[in-house]
């Protein structure tokens, strides 16, 4: 479980956080949404610790981060998996190589061992026949898997992942979607996801944390979202025709 | 006041450099990756550059000496004195500030822009040893590039004055030996370890510190240079101060 305490975070003077308070619970996929320059990124990453907050507090596990030793910290870092918007692959390495990266950085364990273990994550998010391959050499949504495969590989207590499904075509972002969901109720792991696709909100919303201009505006789940009566969100998730008419459908029935 | 803030930031990234180390087996690797791009791979264009540049150094001298007194083993001298002094270790390294430097900054920047260093962040890894530490390690070979650099300067001063007709090979070899001073050779090896830090790190900094998307990549790469040349040329004349006045 994480739980962020009033968090304030400014650039040159403007508050891009602006106090927000909430908790992100384990085994769920809890979704933050809201608009380009909502602060969703930035929230994203004071929650990773590479922005250090102003104020207010991050808690893991009930322990503060700004409380936290070095030694603390770092183990803390190697229970964190991240998947990255661009997937942030290593390019000089295979896709072998970047699921192994982890391990090798952080265990004693034999390279064949690593191995054995890489193969079995690879398996998990179905890539087939792309261990040897190079990151410029294989699709976008397989590159989101090979990601997703690093950061589950040291099983992590922690996911996060930024717009998991951007820039993808829509049948591969549900799959991508549902293999994060998968993941988090297997591996038991608090998950937190970073977007604004509003496939994934209805998808997989369990926790849904809607920021608007640096605040939190709205929380709830992905079944209160039609029910609510929230201006700010609603204009937000029902800015399409098509999802207007969903609500319509969802509430007649 | 943002130079000196840049200095002072690049002192805390030395200081951050020599902190948590990465693990051995991984640390290898990077080294050796490192080596050969940074070293085997620019022993070619320090070869090509050498070699005419100290052909050139010998015809020029050869083409001055108009006085018949003069005798023609100079050609051999002032062609030893430019390349193990001046040549070899400080232009060599402002060629190199261009060729390893900008290939740093672009590689370290390319991979802040696709947030590599970001997930590298997350996983707890020091990223600065990480990326710049093994980059310190290749380079400091590079007293052997410039080694090779001063003995295929020479060779070229030789070709080109022996096989131009300008002196004799003996009145050639006679003029490398006149007047040797050993502590040049240590002076331009002093110089060359420093400048070796210098290329290593200052292009890392540009590479890590920059903010953008690609065209900045471009931009960082070209203000490294500037950089790395500037601070090689005043670290060189400061050298020179101290150890040859």
Redesign the interface.
């Known amino acids: 479980m994480i739980q962020v305490d009033h968090i304030i975070k400014s650039f040159d003077g403007t508050q891009v956080l602006q106090g927000i308070s909430t908790v992100f619970e384990k085994g769920k996929t809890n979704l933050i949404i809201g608009q380009s320059g909502s602060g969703k990124t930035v929230f994203l990453k004071c929650l990773l610790g590479l922005f250090q907050t102003d104020s207010g507090k991050i808690l893991f596990e009930n322990k503060a981060i700004s409380e936290m030793t070095v030694n603390e910290r770092s183990v803390l870092r190697q229970e964190i998996g991240m998947v990255f918007q661009g997937s942030a692959l290593f390019d000089s390495m295979t896709v072998e190589e970047n699921i192994m990266f982890p391990m090798q950085m952080f265990t004693d364990k034999e390279n064949d061992e690593i191995r054995d273990r890489a193969n079995e994550v690879i398996k998990r998010v179905n890539l087939i026949n792309a261990n040897e391959k190079f990151p410029d050499e294989i699709s976008g949504g397989m590159k989101k898997r090979v990601a997703i495969a690093r950061s589950i590989v040291m099983n992590p207590k922690y996911l996060f992942c930024d717009e998991p499904n951007s820039g993808l075509d829509p049948k591969t972002a549900i799959l991508i979607d549902n293999l994060i969901q998968e993941i988090t109720s297997e591996y038991n792991i608090t998950t937190v996801i970073n977007s604004h696709d509003m496939n994934s909100v209805m998808e997989i919303g369990e926790k849904i944390v809607f920021l608007l201009n640096g605040k939190k505006a709205w929380e709830g789940t992905k079944e209160d979202i039609f029910t609510t009566e929230n201006e700010a969100v609603s204009n937000f998730v029902y800015s399409s025709d098509l999802f207007k008419k969903v609500r319509e459908m969802y509430l007649k029935t | 006041m943002k130079i000196l803030s840049n200095i002072g930031k690049y002192f805390l990234m030395l200081q951050s450099v020599f902190g948590k180390f990465?693990?051995w087996?991984?640390l290898k690797q990077l080294i050796l990756?490192d080596i050969d791009s940074l070293i085997i791979g620019s022993l070619g264009i320090v070869s090509f550059i050498s070699f005419f540049v100290g052909g050139v150094v010998s015809i020029q001298t050869a083409l001055n000496l108009e006085n018949p007194l003069l005798p023609k083993n100079l050609i051999g001298f002032a062609t030893r004195q430019s390349i193990i002094l001046e040549f070899a270790p400080t232009f060599i390294s402002v060629i190199m500030a261009g060729k390893v430097g900008s290939y740093i900054t672009s590689s370290i920047g390319?991979?802040r822009v696709?947030?590599?260093i970001?997930?590298l962040?997350?996983?707890?890894?020091n990223t600065y040893n990480y990326l710049i530490f093994p980059k310190i390690v290749a380079l400091s070979l590079y007293p052997l590039v410039i080694c090779l650099s001063m003995f295929l300067g020479i060779f070229g001063g030789y070709i080109a004055c022996v096989y131009g007709g300008f002196s004799s090979s003996t009145e050639f070899v006679e003029g490398i030996q006149l007047d040797f001073i050993p502590f040049h050779i240590t002076y331009a090896f002093i110089k060359t370890i420093f400048f070796s830090f210098i290329l290593a790190t200052v292009p890392s900094f540009h590479g890590y510190f920059m903010t953008g998307g690609a065209l900045e990549v471009g931009k960082a790469s070209t203000v490294s240079f500037v950089w790395t040349s500037v601070v090689i040329i005043l670290l060189n004349y400061l050298i020179t101060q101290l150890l040859l006045t």
Not at chain 2, 121 to 125: D, H, N, R, Y
């Open positions: 990465t693990k087996r991984i990756k390319t991979m696709t947030e590599q970001d997930a962040e997350v996983m707890g890894i």
